[in-house]
């Protein structure tokens, strides 16, 4: 069964404080995907990276970064932690085969920045 | 740039009730539709999907038709359960970016369904 986890449902940081959120997947797919989700905004994408040591900027980079160093994982990282980024973060992969355009989706960390 | 739009919500059903959440896109050529749920406490699934014109998706009940000439793609059910209670969320993925296309998605909408 396809599985993306998410290392913690819940977070609560400072602001300033650096804060990183992981993502796996066991799927093998070469794309993967940070997005944040807001009451009212909908998902949107922050970085996607669609091979190891690849990335993207989406719609939202500002004030994030990410890194995949392994296939199999994904990080976000927020450099300094901000108020404004208090929010709902979803990872998701997907498989590059063109006919897929389906995207896997883990249970989503709820951050909150203090 | 591509854009969907999904009906303004939340909407509330009886048990039983037909559901229709209506939702437009746009977007250059012509892409494939989605339709996402997120249950509470969840992370997105995907519902159903349409990848040409006239094509119809069905799953768990619910229904949707890529409508190309009016670009919408509204999803259907004829009875609602309590167990619908979710987020729902349209989507579409252009094809510009070959295997490494993004999806597009709309605000999104929570249904919840009374007893």
């Known amino acids: 069964d396809v599985k993306v986890t998410q290392s913690s449902r819940y977070l609560v940081k400072r602001t300033g404080e650096k804060v990183f959120l992981e993502c796996v997947q066991d799927?093998?797919?070469?794309?993967m995907f940070w997005y944040r989700q807001d009451p009212g905004l909908g998902l949107r994408l922050i970085y996607f990276?669609?091979?190891?040591?690849?990335?993207e900027k989406g719609d939202i980079p500002e004030g994030y970064s990410v890194s995949r160093e392994k296939k199999e994982r994904f990080s976000l990282i927020l450099e300094s932690a901000s108020t404004n980024q208090t929010s709902m973060y979803l990872c998701?992969?997907?498989?590059?085969?063109?006919?897929?355009?389906?995207?896997?989706f883990g249970p989503g960390t709820r951050l909150t920045v203090t | 740039g591509d854009s969907v739009t999904q009906m303004e919500g939340p909407v509330t059903l009886s048990e039983e009730a037909f559901l229709t959440i209506n939702c437009t896109y746009t977007?250059?050529?012509?892409?494939?539709l989605f339709w996402y749920v997120q249950y509470p406490g969840e992370g997105l699934q995907l519902l159903l999907k349409?990848?040409?014109?006239?094509d119809k998706g069905s799953n768990k009940g619910f229904e949707a038709t890529y409508r190309k000439e009016t670009t919408s793609f509204h999803l259907e059910k004829g009875s609602v359960q309590v167990s619908d209670s979710a987020v729902y969320f349209c989507?579409?993925?252009?094809?510009?970016?070959?295997?490494?296309?993004?999806?597009?998605f709309g605000k999104g909408i929570t249904l919840s369904v009374r007893p």
């Open positions: 998701a992969s997907k498989d590059r085969d063109t006919l897929s355009y389906e995207q896997y």
């Open positions: 799927m093998d797919h070469e794309n």
């Open positions: 990276s669609y091979d190891v040591k690849m990335k």
């Open positions: 977007a250059t050529g012509y892409p494939s």
């Open positions: 349409a990848t040409k014109a006239d």
């Open positions: 989507a579409l993925s252009d094809h510009r970016g070959g295997a490494n296309s993004k999806l597009t």
